[in-house]
């Protein structure tokens, strides 16, 4: 693997909260991860979301994770993520821009106030042991979502880069610097319990680090929230159809010379 060529945020946009399509996430569509939801918005923060409620919906080179075997979870926004919002002043400056690190804290911005809630699309939620503590389960559609409140749409569209800052990047915390994580694929290469990547001890090639962490990465938000352009997940052509296709096509494919 090339240095830091792991996973990172491809696109981003924002839109208001609760706006839907069939078959997105898990559900109906996708039978085989519906144990794994509901996972919107709605389901994690309540139907009071739908009143001042936005979600920044980040698209993701694929499945990403602190480690390459656990999931995000609802809470991991502080330590994985932040947006940058024009200033009150409403400067176009990036230099001037408001670093919004923290959740449950209102950032004055332009246009108002927001406030973030923390991630969505990371996979269903159960409450165990405590009340405060998510655990989640990826939904394997390389979405995740931030979402936060916002006094105005002004407010909401002063929103406009998401920023995943991985360990190049320290914030000041209550207790001293907070070093954001490192993403990796899927598989590796694993933590040593100190939150730092180490060399696998075994395995089919004992040495080898099979996936590499992903860059700092900072993306623009396009702003949709009057045309939020969605896409439905739904299947178009039903099953029974396709069972009375997949003969003829299979016939095809052998007069062709050719299998599949």
Same mark, same amino acid.
């Given at each position: 693997?090339?240095?830091?060529?792991?996973?990172?945020?491809? $696109?981003?946009? &924002?839109?208001?909260?609760?706006?839907?399509?069939?078959?997105?996430?898990?559900?109906?569509?996708?039978?085989?991860?519906?144990?794994?939801?509901?996972?919107?918005?709605?389901?994690?923060?309540?139907?009071?979301?739908?009143?001042?409620?936005?979600?920044? !919906?980040? $698209?993701?080179?694929?499945?990403?994770?602190?480690?390459?075997?656990?999931?995000?979870?609802?809470?991991?926004?502080?330590?994985?993520?932040?947006?940058?919002?024009?200033?009150?002043?409403?400067?176009? &400056?990036?230099?001037?821009?408001?670093?919004?690190?923290?959740?449950?804290?209102?950032?004055?911005?332009?246009?108002?106030?927001?406030?973030?809630?923390?991630?969505?699309?990371?996979?269903?939620?159960?409450?165990?042991?405590?009340?405060?503590?998510?655990?989640?389960?990826?939904?394997?559609?390389?979405?995740?979502?931030?979402?936060?409140?916002?006094?105005?749409?002004?407010?909401?569209?002063?929103?406009?880069?998401?920023?995943?800052?991985?360990?190049?990047?320290?914030?000041?915390?209550?207790?001293?610097?907070?070093?954001?994580?490192?993403?990796?694929?899927?598989?590796?290469?694993?933590?040593?319990?100190?939150?730092?990547?180490?060399?696998?001890?075994?395995?089919?090639?004992?040495?080898?680090?099979?996936?590499? !962490?992903?860059?700092?990465?900072?993306?623009?938000?396009?702003?949709?929230?009057?045309?939020?352009? $969605?896409?439905?997940?739904?299947?178009?052509?039903?099953?029974? &159809?396709?069972?009375?296709?997949?003969?003829?096509?299979?016939?095809? $494919?052998?007069?062709?010379?050719?299998?599949?």
């Amino acid at each position: 693997y090339a240095p830091q060529n792991g996973p990172r945020p491809m $696109l981003a946009k &924002v839109t208001r909260s609760g706006i839907r399509v069939t078959g997105e996430g898990s559900g109906p569509a996708d039978p085989i991860f519906a144990a794994q939801g509901p996972n919107s918005d709605v389901a994690v923060f309540g139907d009071g979301i739908l009143l001042n409620g936005f979600s920044v !919906r980040v $698209l993701t080179t694929g499945g990403i994770s602190h480690d390459g075997a656990e999931p995000l979870t609802a809470l991991d926004y502080e330590t994985s993520f932040r947006m940058h919002a024009k200033p009150p002043s409403c400067s176009d &400056v990036e230099e001037d821009f408001i670093l919004l690190e923290l959740v449950d804290t209102p950032y004055d911005v332009c246009g108002g106030s927001v406030t973030v809630l923390g991630l969505t699309e990371t996979g269903n939620i159960e409450q165990f042991p405590l009340p405060s503590l998510w655990l989640a389960v990826e939904d394997n559609d390389n979405i995740i979502e931030v979402v936060f409140t916002a006094t105005s749409d002004d407010a909401a569209r002063s929103v406009l880069k998401f920023e995943m800052p991985t360990k190049d990047v320290t914030r000041d915390g209550p207790s001293g610097p907070v070093t954001y994580e490192n993403f990796y694929s899927p598989g590796g290469p694993g933590l040593n319990g100190q939150g730092d990547a180490v060399v696998p001890p075994e395995g089919p090639f004992p040495g080898v680090i099979y996936t590499t !962490r992903g860059p700092r990465t900072i993306i623009d938000i396009d702003d949709e929230i009057e045309n939020p352009r $969605l896409v439905s997940r739904t299947q178009l052509v039903p099953d029974a &159809v396709i069972s009375l296709l997949d003969p003829a096509f299979n016939l095809l $494919l052998g007069l062709l010379g050719l299998t599949f």
